[in-house]
């Protein structure tokens, strides 16, 4: 390694620094290949067995103790109570209420704190309460002063139980905390006595930063030396040359920031304020796509209207258009009906008038052959009577073939006239026709738009459909995994598993929630796998460990875990 290059703080599956209780490290014939793990299994059923021995002659004894102490002492003060001016009735029951008091009350204090709700008023009022039996049991003998040897064996069975129950409460605090992952190391007494003026700043640290581990923090320490000797290496003993970056480890450790945590900030809050730069891109997207639509609905909405009114106007044209070719039709046949019959009625009076002419001819006529006939001229008479209706006759003739002719010419101009209205009428028929076809195009116009408007909205529709389908999927996926990890916990609290097997589990969930796919792969592209979909910071981030080595060592848990057929 050149002294440019970046130091690794400590290995990630193995941890910095040994114990600082351990002398040394492991023997030489272990480290070049002895199983400590077979050692372990060998020594481990022989441990359990001690453990168990143990636990059952201190729980013996101290039930034997407390049994003990109670009988001495319910004894001791039955007897003082009678002397104190009880009644008989009530003296038996008077060490039974200051005992009872204070079993029930220490009692009470373990549950208390096995809930995670310790009331320190509960602890107070029973050691109150042995302190007065201890004075009570002390007292009954008399003076204290007088004979404290025997005050003194009266006295020591209660203090003994109260030792006792402070041994069964410590062990009982300390396996919650072990529990909850809460429990602190102390810093060895030696620290105090060889470092006397850096082990408070070292215990302040541990106490600010919420490190509970001794060991690690001793680790952070030791990593923030070694980085800092390496940035003297580096810039051979000048600090000043490194950056703002580099300087960061330094700066950050007295807010509880590891090496590793320090050195990455910087990524960190470029990709924090790149995705809250994606986020203001989204949403001024979804501004511009939002008041797009509602620009192409009130365009569609303005053309729709138009198109309506189009129509309406159409409509109304060719209604109006109709009913003046209607009118004008009437028209034209009330004047070729007044027309007809004025004609007809010229006719009749010119008929009325020759028939009229013809019969004053006849009777001039038949005066003239009376006259003749009374003539002595006869023949004369009847000549000029022959040539007179010779005469008449044709002047009758050509005034026939003139009323004829009359006749005719009058009928011709009636068709005239009726075929030029009967042309008129076509020609607005034909532009009746035309109004109602604009009209009908006006509509295939209107139902072309609505077409399209009903295109529009269905496409929008789909839209959102397929987006509220999406949105229910990604529901129903967060659901099922939320049901997955709600199983996984109640089958973890069925089978009492410690704080770090559940832990290790929850990883396994999130690289399957992730995606992961594991089938077919060897532990080496297993741990790659899971590498890829769940990172150290998200191990860290959800569960609130700070040490970067911890979270490797749960992904490595998990992989094993995987391998060994684990599924959620």
């Keep these: ?173 300390q396996k919650a905390r072990l529990e909850a992952g809460t429990a602190a190391d102390r810093i060895p007494l030696h620290r105090w006595i060889l470092s006397p003026i850096a082990t408070p700043r070292f215990y302040r640290r541990m106490r600010l930063h919420n490190v509970t581990s001794y060991p690690e923090m001793i680790r952070r320490q030791q990593e923030l030396i ?51 730069a994606e986020e203001a891109e989204r949403r001024r997207l979804d501004a511009e796509t939002r008041r797009e639509l509602a620009r192409k609905k009130a365009e569609a909405d303005r053309l729709e209207a138009e198109g309506k009114l189009e129509a309406v106007r159409a409509r109304v044209e060719g209604e109006t258009g109709q ?9 034209s046949a009330a004047e070729r009906a007044a027309e007809l019959e004025e004609a007809a009625l010229e006719t009749a009076v010119v008929a009325e008038a020759r028939a009229r002419e013809a019969e004053a001819e006849r009777k001039e006529a038949q005066e003239r052959e009376a006259k003749a006939a009374a003539d002595v001229r006869a023949a004369e008479l009847e000549r000029q009577a ?16 003139e009323a004829q002719a009359i006749e005719t010419a009058e009928i011709a101009e009636v068709r005239q006239r009726a075929a030029e209205a009967d042309r008129v009428a076509a020609e607005t028929e034909r532009a009746a026709a035309e109004t109602r076809r604009r009209a009908a195009e006006a509509d295939r116009l209107a139902a072309e738009e609505n077409e399209r408007k009903a295109t529009a909205d269905a496409n929008t529709q789909a839209a959102r459909k397929r987006e509220a389908e999406a949105e229910y999927a990604a529901a129903e996926r967060r659901f099922a995994a939320a049901e997955v990890e709600r199983r996984a916990v109640e089958i973890e609290d069925v089978a009492k598993l410690t704080p ?69």
């Design 386 to 401: 022959a040539e007179k209706r010779r005469l008449a006759a044709e002047a009758d003739r050509v005034a026939a073939a």
């Design 1 to 173: 390694m050149t002294i440019t290059d970046m130091p690794q703080s400590a290995a990630p599956d193995t941890p910095a620094s040994y114990s600082p209780g351990r002398a040394s490290g492991p023997p030489e014939g272990m480290a070049r290949g002895a199983s400590s793990p077979d050692k372990r299994k060998t020594i481990k059923p022989t441990r359990d067995r001690l453990m168990t021995t143990l636990s059952l002659v201190a729980a013996f004894g101290g039930t034997l103790v407390g049994v003990i102490g109670f009988a001495m002492s319910y004894s001791t003060l039955a007897t003082v109570a009678l002397s104190w001016g009880f009644s008989k009735e009530l003296a038996p029951w008077f060490p039974v209420g200051v005992d009872a008091s204070i079993i029930a009350f220490l009692a009470l204090d373990l549950y208390l704190i096995r809930k995670g709700t310790p009331w320190p008023l509960l602890r107070m009022a029973a050691h109150a309460m042995t302190g007065a039996t201890i004075w009570f049991n002390a007292s009954s003998q008399g003076r204290i002063s007088t004979d404290p040897v025997q005050a003194a064996s009266h006295g020591v069975m209660p203090i003994l139980f109260v030792i006792g129950v402070e041994a069964a409460r410590r062990l009982i605090i």
């Design 323 to 331: 009913a003046r070719a209607h009118a004008r039709a009437q028209v």
């Design 500 to 568: 770090r097997e559940r832990a290790v589990r929850k990883v396994a969930r999130m690289a399957f929630a992730a995606g992961a796919v594991f089938v077919g792969l060897d532990a080496d592209e297993m741990h790659r796998e899971l590498c890829r979909v769940v990172s150290i910071a998200d191990v860290q981030r959800e569960f609130d460990v700070s040490s970067t080595d911890t979270a490797s060592k749960y992904r490595q848990e998990a992989v094993a875990l995987i391998a060994g057929g684990y599924r959620p």
């Design 226 to 276: 070694g980085y800092e000797q390496w940035l003297k290496r580096k810039y051979d003993g000048d600090l000043s040359k490194a950056t703002e970056d580099e300087l960061l480890p330094m700066k950050m450790a007295a807010h509880g920031y590891t090496v590793a945590q320090a050195l990455a900030m910087p990524e960190q809050q470029e990709r924090a304020a790149e995705a809250r």
